[in-house]
């Protein structure tokens, strides 16, 4: 194969418009794809849909350069990246029509040679189904030779990127290549090498897909530890945050911190597709899964409770994201416990306070829900949840929280409430 310069990268979303842009950034020619229009405008514009450090850096050099575009329909490359969502079903198996959806696109576009990677964090197998899938719309095709046909190179690199550091990871984080073969696991990384100055490490592409399962269940495990220890503190009165405090001074312990649930696309889907590729050996990551899930069950009871004791019209709730200080709601646990509240307390109030959105998203959009300042969520209610540590958040004036019911999820507001004479509920 000759040195790719034309790649295609199909979903451009929080993974995606990166790869894209770190790729142009580094010489080649990109088109990325999408089937929303209003991203592809916003990228041909040279702007960025969604909130991520120096992306919007990235992405307007390379578009001001030639060297990214967007568009709704997938051209000819020489590669072509898969960054599409893999949610999870009701039952928890993967869902993998958008992936089927790009294979679509791809395949008629193919003429045998061409790279296919596919960066979607997916369950044991999907690499395979994609290559078969594309097979199946191009029987003149193969994966390896067969029969003379024409072959594709597939291969599997999971992202493993944090949001809000997702520039600075792309190129100093080590990247795991799995192939279906192993001339398509060295051209693969070819490719990476072109931005990452990380290690790439070969392997086959089932092992890479189960890597970054294993990478995101190990910490959600450890999410749920701290978690499950948040119940019981709370059950024999003991503060968990100075319990974990305390505990972590251990040279050989590193206990995570509790929360309101676990979010995100990945340390809440991931796990699951463990589970459904294995279910009777997956017990440990199950009730991991099962703990942290019932976390927003166990801040809602608290929540209702101090609206009860405390006879509150109105609730000021802290946060949407699923971590702090980005604009990403992907199964966040503030978004279910605010639409929950909202559902159980019809007769009161919820003042919601995200500084890194500007609407509501559509779930959320009920007559007694509604998007305010931090200033005026403080002066109206009698009960704050505070479910992302937003660094907005952080320096509330001790004088606001007199008087008010505070249940801290996240162990944020101890240093504050230490200064005020505020009811406080560990979550």
């Known amino acids: 194969m000759n040195v790719i310069n034309e790649v295609v990268v ?30 592809v405008a916003a990228v041909n514009r040279g702007e960025v849909p969604f909130v991520e450090p120096d992306l919007s850096v990235h992405v307007a050099g390379a578009v001001s350069q030639g060297r990214l575009c967007a568009s709704t329909t ?3 490359a020489q590669a072509y990246i898969v960054a599409v969502p893999t949610p999870f079903l009701e039952d928890k198996n993967a869902d993998l029509r958008h992936i089927e959806a790009a294979a679509r696109a791809i395949a008629p576009q193919l003429s045998g040679g061409e790279l296919v990677i596919l960066e979607s964090t997916s369950p044991p197998g999907a690499t395979q189904h994609l290559g078969d899938f ?53 051209v693969a990384k070819q490719l990476y090498e072109v ?35 948040s119940l019981i ?11 974990i405090s305390l505990a972590n001074h251990h040279p050989r312990v590193n206990i995570l911190k ?24 997956s017990r440990l990551i199950r009730t991991a899964r099962v703990v942290n899930d019932h976390k927003p069950e166990y801040v809602l009871q608290q929540t209702c409770a101090a609206v009860a004791a405390s ?46 959105i500007k609407q509501l998203p559509p779930i959320l959009r009920t007559e007694n829900i509604h998007l305010t300042s931090l200033e005026s969520a403080l002066s109206g209610s009698s009960v704050l949840v505070l479910l992302v540590d937003h ?9 606001l929280l007199t008087g008010v019911h505070v249940i801290d999820t996240r162990g944020s507001l101890r240093t504050v409430l230490s200064r005020s004479p505020a009811f406080i509920t560990g979550a």
């Open 10 to 39: 199909i979903g451009l979303g929080y993974i995606g418009l990166p790869t894209a842009a770190i790729l142009a950034t580094n010489g080649l020619n990109v088109t990325g794809v999408d089937i929303r229009e209003d991203i």
């Open 74 to 76: 997938t051209p000819k």
């Open 134 to 186: 594309l097979i199946e719309l191009r029987p003149d095709l193969s994966l390896d030779g067969e029969g003379g046909r024409p072959a594709i190179l597939l291969a599997h690199c999971p992202e493993r990127v944090l949001p809000g550091r997702v520039m600075i990871e792309l190129v100093t984080n080590d990247r795991i290549v799995g192939g279906i073969t192993q001339e398509a696991a060295v």
């Open 195 to 229: 931005f990452c100055h990380g290690t790439i490490h070969l392997t086959d592409a089932k092992t890479a897909e189960m890597a970054k399962l294993v990478e995101n269940s190990y910490r959600d495990v450890n999410i749920a530890f701290a978690n499950e220890l």
């Open 233 to 243: 503190c709370d059950k024999l009165s003991i503060d968990v945050w100075e319990l």
């Open 258 to 281: 509790p929360g309101p649930g676990v979010g995100g696309h990945c340390i809440a889907v991931d796990p699951w597709f463990i589970v459904s590729a294995a279910p009777d050996e």
């Open 311 to 356: 006879g509150a019209t109105s609730i000021a709730a802290l946060g949407l994201t699923f971590k702090a200080n980005i604009d990403d709601i992907r199964e966040s646990p503030a978004v279910a416990i605010v639409r929950e509240l909202a559902s159980r307390l019809p007769d009161v109030t919820i003042d919601v306070v995200e500084p890194h």
């Open 391 to 399: 660094d907005d958040f952080l320096e509330i004036p001790a004088e």
